[in-house]
């Protein structure tokens, strides 16, 4: 998995760019719009179920709140050292998350996508698994790309999201390098469980790396070394990547595709998003932070760093990108 025959494009959430994230129909349209893998985000209800939501509190992307049934699970939380108020997945069963409807996350941004709302219920993994086999050809497979959310959090509650999850990846015939899922997480521990849990041969893994310090060392040399023991995959922000660049005042860690590389590791990078309150001032297209700015040249400029897989919002930019792009550059072999 050191490096792909060209780069992929992983629809983030689905094509929450245009339809809300983690729907059906996200997750159809990115495949519609060119994505090789559909990237969902997992996390377990009160009964073991892994279901797709971005994060375990729902009031953003259901409408919970306007369950009455629901309302004495409203509660407060202390989730990665902050305190988090809303209703969490794990407090419910799987048959009470199938009465919820997905809305839109970020409405202030993607006022369009309100249109859907209340149109889609959630997803399992089981579900999402299942979509993408049936869109698959074999000209042009179509794989998911599974984020374990928060594994600590769930252990902490009294379940080994790792034992759910390699339970879940046998049972839907997933579990093998060449299946259909790919596993990622922020969480080391996690997936080398996982790792021991399925064997040498079990799914690829993508060691998520974070923006914080504690990410510095997952991307120092030793630590690519490291993450190369259980992973095939790295997965630092496009901050950190282009952290070099001249108009990006960041810090981060130099040469790091060369280095994840060379350390025999692909790297996906992760999230490309179109509006402008997302975007490096130079990119920005007017004053407006829900208007979209050049995502196409952010795209192009990773692309340029050699990264062998972009996460985005928007799979059809991407796309276009990597057209571009490859159109220039001999493809590997």
Not at 49 to 78: I, Y
Not at 223 to 241: D, K, N
Not at 278 to 300: C, I, K, Q, T
Request: glycine residues 8%.
């Amino acid at each position: 998995m050191t490096r792909l025959p060209r780069p992929v494009v992983i629809g983030h959430r689905g094509a929450p760019a245009y339809r809300p994230e983690h729907t059906a129909a996200s997750f159809e349209l990115a495949i519609d719009l060119g994505a090789d893998l559909i990237e969902p985000d997992v996390v377990v209800s009160r009964d073991g179920v892994l279901v797709v939501r971005h994060e375990s509190e729902l009031s953003l992307s259901t409408d919970v709140a306007e369950h009455p049934e629901f309302a004495d699970r409203h509660t407060t939380k202390l989730l990665d050292g902050q305190l988090h108020t809303g209703w969490f997945a794990e407090d419910f069963s799987y048959a009470e998350l199938r009465a919820l409807r997905a809305i839109e996350r970020m409405p202030s941004l993607r006022p369009l996508n309100t249109a859907y709302d209340g149109r889609y219920g959630i997803l399992t993994l089981a579900e999402v698994v299942e979509l993408a086999r049936c869109r698959s050809t074999a000209a042009r497979p179509v794989r998911v790309l599974a984020e374990l959310k928060h594994p600590a959090w769930c252990h902490a509650l009294g379940r080994s999201m790792a034992e759910l999850v390699a339970d879940e990846l046998r049972r839907l015939g997933a579990d093998r390098a060449d299946g259909t899922v790919v596993l990622q997480s922020f969480d080391p521990a996690v997936l080398r469980e996982l790792r021991l849990r399925l064997g040498e041969d079990g799914p690829r893994m993508v060691q998520l790396v974070g923006d914080a310090l504690d990410g510095d060392a997952l991307v120092s040399p030793s630590g690519l070394r490291e993450v190369s023991t259980y992973a095939q995959g790295v997965g630092p922000s496009r901050e950190r990547l282009l952290a070099d660049a001249p108009e990006h005042a960041l810090t981060g860690t130099p040469n790091l595709v060369e280095q994840a590389h060379g350390a025999e590791l692909a790297v996906f990078c992760w999230t490309l998003r179109a509006e402008n309150v997302f975007l490096p001032e130079h990119l920005r297209r007017g004053e407006a932070p829900e208007a979209h700015g050049d995502a196409l040249g952010d795209a192009v400029a990773l692309l340029g760093l050699g990264v062998d897989g972009l996460i985005t919002d928007s799979p059809d930019l991407a796309v276009r990108a990597r057209t571009a792009v490859t159109a220039v550059t001999p493809q590997l072999v």
